[in-house]
């Protein structure tokens, strides 16, 4: 199946509108956003320094880490010695379960509103050394179970209407601690990310009947150019509307809405697809690369939520070589986020890597 391009006739003749060499704007169908891609720009020369990272080398263990087992946290509590997987009430957590309910107003203009949730922190494994690049598929299946069962335990909290779970990779996304871990906010409220894609979703079954994200990974699939990689239950791919240069959508084949939904069977195949990711991007620069990603799943407000497709976003900052990145600044802040490098070239070149980690070679 091929594309469908168009061209306006201009006065002086026509040139047929070309995704590849042409600035135009893509629109996000999940968010009802523009992005900006210049892909002319990728023809400027780069004069930056190309440098390389020493490789990322820890210990099983560090005694000053608050995350390894054993060790004290903040506030001097100590972690049990456990064996896979530990999660523990974040100890600056953002979000308290001991808020007050209230609310403020003034003017019609100035508004705000009492927020009860949760934090936690879950540590992936007691190997201090280890990422999710590093772990084997039966090292990430206790992590995905664990996830399993904090979005049932909190999202059965009546108060509790969204669960964000979130991995913040590397010092450049401003994460406190190399040890393999990640964070889980739930909050009384719907995040802002998660309302513009319950709207972009329940918008698209109101007037389709079906699911935009089924729809959506099915196209991908039959085009090709922008899958990473997949396997039997989950597709990776960089999604035509991506941001960050080498973002990744990660989509489940199946319709579900949240880790509730998910197959025992689904368990390891979704462990094996976040390794792989993982390892291609390590891969990439051969770094320990940066990253935000985190689950989008149903709110667990009560509602059945048919028109939602469980998926997880990768937001990683990385452009041109381990150290140089994409800043989010100038006409992005005032405008609209602007990319140089298309999402089919970024996808060319995560799917030519390998997915063996370039420090087990
Ligand atoms: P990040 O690396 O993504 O910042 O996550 C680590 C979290 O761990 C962070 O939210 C929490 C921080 O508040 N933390 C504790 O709960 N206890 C500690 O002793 C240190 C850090
Ligand atoms: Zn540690």
């Given amino acids: 199946m091929t594309a469908l391009a168009f061209h306006v006739q201009s006065g002086t003749g026509a040139e047929l509108f070309d995704l590849k060499q042409h600035p135009h704007r893509r629109f996000n169908a999940l968010t009802g956003e523009w992005v900006l891609v210049s892909p002319h720009r990728t023809q400027r020369p780069w004069q930056g320094q190309v440098e390389k990272l020493p490789p990322d080398t820890r210990p099983e263990f560090d005694p000053k880490?608050?995350?390894?087992?054993?060790?004290?946290?903040?506030?001097?509590?100590?972690?049990?010695?456990?064996?896979?997987?530990?999660?523990?009430?974040?100890?600056?957590?953002?979000?308290?379960?001991?808020?007050?309910p209230g609310g403020f107003e003034s003017g019609g203009l100035l508004k705000a509103e009492s927020e009860y949730g949760r934090c936690?922190?879950?540590?992936?494994?007691?190997?201090?050394?280890?990422?999710?690049?590093?772990?084997?598929?039966?090292?990430?299946?206790?992590?995905?179970?664990?996830?399993?069962?904090q979005f049932a335990e909190l999202g059965a909290d009546p108060r509790l209407n969204y669960v964000q779970i979130f991995e913040n990779r590397g010092e450049m996304m401003g994460a406190s601690n190399p040890h393999p871990h990640c964070q889980i906010w739930?909050?009384?409220?719907?995040?802002?990310?998660?309302?513009?894609?319950?709207?972009?979703?329940?918008?698209?079954?109101?007037?389709?009947?079906?699911?935009?994200?089924?729809?959506?990974?099915?196209?991908?699939?039959?085009?090709?150019?922008?899958?990473?990689?997949?396997?039997?239950?989950?597709?990776?791919?960089?999604?035509?509307?991506?941001?960050?240069?080498?973002?990744?959508?990660?989509?489940?084949?199946?319709?579900?809405?949240?880790?509730?939904?998910?197959?025992e069977r689904e368990?390891?195949?979704?462990?094996?697809?976040?390794?792989?990711?993982?390892?291609?991007?390590?891969?990439?620069?051969?770094?320990?690369?940066?990253?935000?990603?985190g689950f989008h799943q149903k709110p667990t407000?009560?509602?059945?939520?048919?028109?939602?497709?469980?998926?997880?976003?990768?937001?990683?900052?990385?452009?041109?070589?381990a150290t140089v990145r994409k800043f989010m600044v100038g006409y992005e802040m005032l405008a609209t986020p602007q990319r140089d490098i298309t999402p089919e070239s970024a996808a060319e070149r995560l799917r030519g890597l390998a997915e063996r980690h370039h420090l087990d070679i």
Avoid at 66 to 88: M, W
Avoid at 123 to 146: E, W, Y
Avoid at 301 to 321: I, K, N, Q, T, V
Wanted: charged share 20%; glycine share 6%.
């Fill in 301 to 321: 407000d009560g509602a059945e939520h048919p028109e939602w497709h469980f998926h997880a976003h990768y937001y990683p900052p990385l452009l041109r070589s």
């Fill in 267 to 293: 368990q390891p195949a979704l462990a094996d697809i976040l390794r792989r990711v993982a390892t291609r991007y390590d891969n990439l620069f051969e770094t320990s690369f940066p990253y935000t990603m």
């Fill in 186 to 263: 739930a909050s009384e409220s719907i995040p802002n990310e998660p309302t513009k894609e319950l709207a972009s979703q329940t918008a698209y079954r109101t007037g389709s009947g079906r699911c935009l994200l089924c729809d959506y990974a099915a196209l991908e699939e039959r085009l090709g150019e922008r899958v990473v990689c997949a396997n039997e239950s989950f597709l990776a791919l960089v999604p035509f509307w991506a941001v960050w240069p080498f973002e990744v959508l990660l989509l489940s084949r199946r319709h579900f809405a949240g880790m509730d939904g998910l197959e």
């Fill in 120 to 149: 936690r922190v879950v540590c992936f494994n007691p190997r201090h050394d280890l990422t999710l690049a590093r772990m084997g598929v039966d090292q990430i299946v206790p992590v995905v179970k664990t996830w399993v069962g």
């Fill in 65 to 100: 880490c608050y995350l390894c087992p054993g060790n004290p946290r903040a506030g001097g509590v100590l972690n049990p010695s456990y064996e896979a997987t530990f999660v523990f009430d974040n100890d600056f957590a953002a979000l308290r379960p001991d808020t007050p």
